[in-house]
């Protein structure tokens, strides 16, 4: 939960990586990654802030800068559900939570990290519980 | 739009969940939608919505379960069919509106679905019951058919994401919807200022980090609860399954969360307009709605 470096002091990144993983990322999310110019307020409305490692505009601002690894590592784009508020909110008018699943699709199909849930670690009883809603979605969303 | 003596028909899609955790909201509907002269006739061989819209730009195989069952309502020879599900709803339009505007996308899908005989080709309308019940059967109307008004009823309306994001699938203000509120007054009740009212209640998180939802759960009761509301209402099962089954995991969370019961917006039409109990089927709230109606005089005593 706590942000160990700020990613938005990162300015030098490594230029040469930027190119491809940032070509996909907009690719994917039908985005153009550098209309963003890091107002915050993505972040400022976004109902799951409190529990992500890495901020919205964090998020973009990393994507930007082509730190794939970083990002690929960070909890938040799983934490992100799609809710909508910043696509809604941005001055911009740009699709953050797009860019988030981009992400995600791309930390599920780089193998770098297997299903974010796995439904063996949710009890039985947990699961009887559960509505179909509530499985269906998450599974859609945090699995392969 | 209903007429007096021959029921109108309105083609429905309930969704899974309206058929097993959430069975109060799919009786609810269907009961109240009676009393308003309109016989929800449910769509034959309807399948998952897909529950989430996928947001790849290039995504076509996500969009064949929401298309199939576009396909089953033309099939029908309807152009248009309502779900009360919110999460169905957003789901089924988002699709609808990609493939409209994606022809090669349909054309992929419907050289999958080459089983069927005819081809979706964009024409079919999904529509929200809250939509339908403002703009089609008019709210006058339905305040006509009140029995038993929610007279002092302190209702806390919930919109979630669903109904109001993203704004193409939106038929209220994104940041500020009333037409629930405008519902609660029909009926009699009182609709009450509502902060938290389009803050997501943490969806899914619910099956791996229940403890988000606990925070979320706290954080948009607890705002209901400030504005003195004696429930919340709601128009989908999984802002209803966390607003409401994870009120214990909030309690324990903060020891000052105060429980309030979880409604379906069609429960307090099946409420006002007298429908049966059966209609209600409170058996399968996790806070019990009784005391507090039967506190404004509304249910007998629990
Ligand atoms: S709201 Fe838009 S422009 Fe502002 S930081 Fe977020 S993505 Fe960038
Ligand atoms: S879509 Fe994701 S990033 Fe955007 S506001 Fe919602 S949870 Fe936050
Ligand atoms: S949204 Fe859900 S409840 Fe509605 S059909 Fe799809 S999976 Fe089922
Ligand atoms: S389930 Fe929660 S996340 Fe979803 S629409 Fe309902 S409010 Fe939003």
């Known amino acids: 939960m706590a942000i160990t470096t700020s990613p938005t002091t990162m300015r030098n990144s490594p230029l040469q990586k930027r190119g491809p ?18 107002c915050g307020k993505c972040s400022a409305g ?15 601002r990393l994507a930007q800068l082509g730190m794939q690894e970083r990002l690929m590592a960070s909890s938040a784009i799983w934490t ?10 941005c001055p911009k008018g740009i699709r953050i ?3 988030i699943e981009a992400l995600r699709g791309m930390a599920i199909g780089l193998r770098r990290r297997d299903d974010h849930l796995d439904i063996r670690d949710i009890s039985l009883e947990t699961r009887g519980v559960l509505p179909p809603i509530a499985l269906i979605s998450a599974m859609r969303k945090q699995t392969s | 739009m209903a007429g007096e003596s021959k029921p109108m028909k309105l083609m ?31 769509m034959a061989r309807w399948n998952c919505c897909g529950t989430v819209h996928a947001l790849a730009s290039d995504d076509i195989m996500h969009r064949v379960a929401p298309v199939t069952n576009l396909l089953r309502v033309k099939e029908a020879n309807a152009s248009e069919f309502m779900t009360s599900c919110a999460m169905c709803y957003n789901t089924l339009k988002r699709a609808n509106i990609d493939v409209r505007k994606r022809a090669s996308a349909l054309e992929s899908i419907n050289k999958f679905m080459y089983l069927d005989k005819i081809k979706y080709e964009g024409d079919v309308d999904v ?18 058919k009140v029995k038993k008004p929610l007279a002092g009823l302190r209702v806390a309306c919930y919109y979630g994401c669903l109904l109001v994001r993203p704004k193409e699938v939106a038929f209220d203000d994104a940041e500020n919807p009333t037409v629930m509120e405008n519902l609660v007054v029909a009926l009699g009740g009182t609709p009450v200022p509502f902060a938290q009212k389009t803050e997501c209640c943490g969806a899914y998180h619910t099956v791996g980090n229940p403890e988000i939802i606990a925070d979320r759960t706290d954080k948009i009761m607890g705002s209901a609860h400030e504005e003195q509301a004696d429930l919340v209402v709601v128009s989908c ?6 607003l409401d089954f994870r009120q214990a995991d909030a309690k324990r969370l903060n020891p000052e969360f105060h429980h ?3 409604l379906y917006f069609t429960q307090l039409m099946a409420l006002a307009f007298g429908c049966d109990e059966s209609a209600l089927r409170f058996d399968l709230h996790h806070i019990d709605p009784l005391p507090v109606l039967a506190a404004r005089g509304l249910m007998g005593p629990a």
């Open chain 1, 21 to 38: 993983f940032v070509a996909r990322v907009e690719k994917i999310a039908g985005q153009k990654l550098l209309a963003c110019y890091q």
């Open chain 1, 46 to 60: 976004c109902p799951m802030a409190a529990h992500m490692d890495v901020l919205p505009n964090q998020i973009i």
């Open chain 1, 80 to 89: 992100c559900v799609s809710c909508l508020t910043c696509n809604s909110r």
């Open chain 1, 97 to 99: 939570a797009e860019i």
């Open chain 2, 12 to 42: 429905y899609y309930p969704g899974c969940t309206l058929k097993n955790h959430a069975r109060n909201f799919d009786v609810s509907t269907v009961s109240s939608m009676a009393e308003l002269d309109v016989e929800v006739e449910e």
């Open chain 2, 127 to 144: 529509l929200h019951l809250l939509e339908y019940l403002r703009d089609r059967i008019g709210f006058d109307k339905l305040a006509a």
């Open chain 2, 237 to 242: 099962p999984l802002c209803a399954f966390n």
């Open chain 2, 260 to 262: 309030l019961p979880v």
